[in-house]
């Protein structure tokens, strides 16, 4: 059995760029091994988003965003105006959309999960509550935010920790059905992604 390549990235480690319409930021949290900022199968990102305006668009590529801190915003997606998305609630939408952004109240702080459809399935679910919450994923690639207090993240029993807020756990290259279990001294709050490479 292919033991994983198990990472943690650290919220105070990620670097900021601004966005590729330069109206705002965005930190990033992590990309498919072998990536870049430039050229990615998959990206994790936070953004922060101060004022009403336009996304970056990224042909080819899905969209999975959340609102972080803040109110929420509404957005307008080719024209099509939806509901207002309040805090961890996830929205889905094409990369290469046209997206206006209005702020509820203020500014707010988001976090995207953007890849490429062609060559991935995806889940995005945030986990809150008590813990401890396990579930089983025979995904390749699974990421874990920690938007909340002290995380632990237990491997087919084997336990790392998320210490910190926004920090992420990447388990990569797991071969076969593997057992997550999250655990935490207060009550959950984190980002759970599998991405599953699709088969031609």
Wanted: glycine content about 10%; proline content about 6%.
């Amino acid at each position: 059995m292919t033991q994983p390549d198990v990472h943690l990235y650290r919220a105070a480690d990620y670097p900021r760029m601004p966005w590729r319409n330069g109206a705002g930021t965005t930190q990033e949290v992590a990309c498919n091994p072998g990536g870049s900022t430039a050229e990615f199968d998959w990206r994790l990102s936070i953004a922060d988003v101060a004022q009403d305006g336009g996304f970056s668009a990224f042909a080819g590529f899905q969209r999975i965003i959340t609102v972080l801190e803040g109110t929420g915003f509404q957005l307008t997606v080719d024209g099509r105006e939806q509901a207002p998305l309040p805090p961890r609630q996830a929205y889905a939408f094409a990369g290469g959309a046209q997206v206006q952004c209005r702020l509820l109240s203020g500014p707010i702080r988001d976090f995207n999960l953007i890849y490429a459809p062609a060559r991935f399935h995806a889940r995005l679910q945030w986990v809150a509550g008590t813990g401890p919450w396990t579930f089983h994923s025979a995904a390749r690639t699974v990421l874990v935010l920690n938007a909340g207090g002290e995380l632990s993240v237990r491997v087919d029993a084997v336990a790392h920790a998320v210490p910190a807020r926004y920090d992420c756990l990447h388990v990569e290259g797991r071969d076969g059905l593997a057992e997550y279990r999250l655990e935490g001294a207060g009550p959950l709050d984190a980002c759970v992604i599998e991405l599953l490479p699709r088969t031609a």
